[in-house]
Nanobody, 117 residues
Framework: QVQLVESGGGLVQPGGSLRLSCAAP????????MGWYRQAPGKQRELVAD???????NYADSVKGRFTISRDNAKNTVYLQMNSLKSEDTAVYYC???????????WGQGTQVTVSS
């Protein structure tokens, strides 16, 4: 069983910042596409950002310029730095590791991010 261990969620005021972290097993991290998804109440889970093993990144339009995804291959950890947070960023954020060429797709347990005054 592959475990992705997330941390860093919480309550923050609008305009504030949070950093999410997700640690993955060394055996898969360097070859995986690592991503962050989120799911707000009553909505479908959506991609926030992902990063390929060589560092290429993709972002949802709604977070471009505010969020930054990065990965530390030495620590087997992917980060999501979230700045200028808005109330509409409130959701459960899930870490994801997948590699289509090898046919696996793993999820973390989710971490709650609440943006409210």
């Amino acid at each position: 069983q592959v475990q992705l261990v997330e941390s860093g969620g919480g309550l923050v005021q609008p305009g504030g910042s949070l950093r999410l972290s997700c640690a993955a097993p060394q055996s898969i991290f360097s070859i995986s596409v690592m991503g962050w998804y989120r799911q707000a109440p009553g909505k479908q889970r959506e991609l926030v950002a992902d990063i390929f093993s060589r560092g290429n990144t993709n972002y949802a339009d709604s977070v471009k310029g505010r969020f930054t995804i990065s990965r530390d291959n030495a620590k087997n950890t992917v980060y999501l730095q979230m700045n200028s947070l808005k109330s509409e960023d409130t959701a459960v954020y899930y870490c994801n590791a997948h590699q289509p060429l090898l046919g696996y797709n793993y999820w973390g347990q989710g971490t709650q991010v609440t943006v409210s005054s």
